[in-house]
């Protein structure tokens, strides 16, 4: 029997562009600009990127014409980008991650795991969710999420060859971050991506940036700086760690 054939390189970028509280066309613009200047398949953006991290910004409807730039710069460049946004739903909201490419916008994954004020207004999300692109299997996880060990092993029981999240740190978070990945990376041997938002367009005044790739084996592959206007670019490949399935103990976490 012929072995399978390797997957091809998944090129991914981890954006954090300039964004602005309630702002939902010039945060669009935004993300439209990072699109083209990403140059990648797959292009990731920050929690709740659309409307920016501000618990006073009301909920975004997909359905808004001023999201139609993001649509257009991802059928100018093929690529697909995964933007962060409050999303009412059957009368609930959530933080959620929405998909993003030639065909329009659709909601992909909601936060498990809402922390800090976030429990007051927005509700936790029902499961955890795998995105396929290319043959690539992305674990989608939102800033606390990747935190909670009970994320990562429900994400990994789904089968990914990487974990991928938008995030929002503070300085000390950022540390709890660096701190951690690598280490999800190495026990589960996947890619682990991380975009993080930067600059003061929101409630926390010290957002550190430093959106982040880390390899299966837990090494830091890029990392951006603390400004906004940043982009990290990487070609995922293959590695030779598998990618974690269920039943395999060898990748739960220590």
Not at 86 to 112: Q, S
Request: hydrophobic fraction near 45%.
């Amino acid at each position: 029997m012929n072995a399978p054939s390797p997957k091809a390189p998944l090129s991914i970028a981890l954006a954090q562009p300039d964004l602005r509280p309630g702002d939902v066309a010039g945060n669009a613009a935004a993300h439209a600009a990072a699109i083209r200047a990403a140059g990648a398949r797959v292009v990731v953006f920050p929690e709740l990127s659309l409307s920016s991290y501000a618990m006073a910004a009301p909920t975004v409807d997909l359905a808004d014409p001023a999201l139609a730039v993001i649509v257009d710069a991802c059928a100018e460049t093929g690529s697909i980008a995964l933007a962060g946004a409050p999303l009412l739903e059957d009368g609930r909201e959530f933080i959620a991650t929405v998909r993003f490419d030639a065909d329009g916008a659709v909601p992909v994954y909601r936060k498990m795991f809402p922390g800090g004020d976030e429990p007051g207004r927005f509700a936790a999300g029902p499961c955890a969710a795998v995105l396929d692109v290319d043959g690539w299997r992305l674990g989608l996880a939102i800033c606390r999420d990747s935190k909670i060990d009970a994320h990562i092993e429900a994400t990994a029981a789904l089968g990914i060859d990487a974990y991928v999240g938008g995030n929002l740190h503070d300085p000390e978070g950022a540390a709890v971050r660096d701190a951690r990945m690598p280490k999800l990376a190495a026990e589960y041997g996947v890619w682990v991506a991380l975009s993080c938002f930067a600059g003061p367009g929101s409630d926390y005044p010290d957002a550190s940036g430093g959106s982040a790739v880390w390899a299966p084996d837990g090494s830091l592959v890029a990392q951006a700086d603390g400004e906004p206007d940043r982009i990290v670019r990487v070609d995922l490949h293959r590695g030779s760690a598998a990618a974690a399935r269920p039943g395999d103990p060898s990748r739960r976490p220590a």
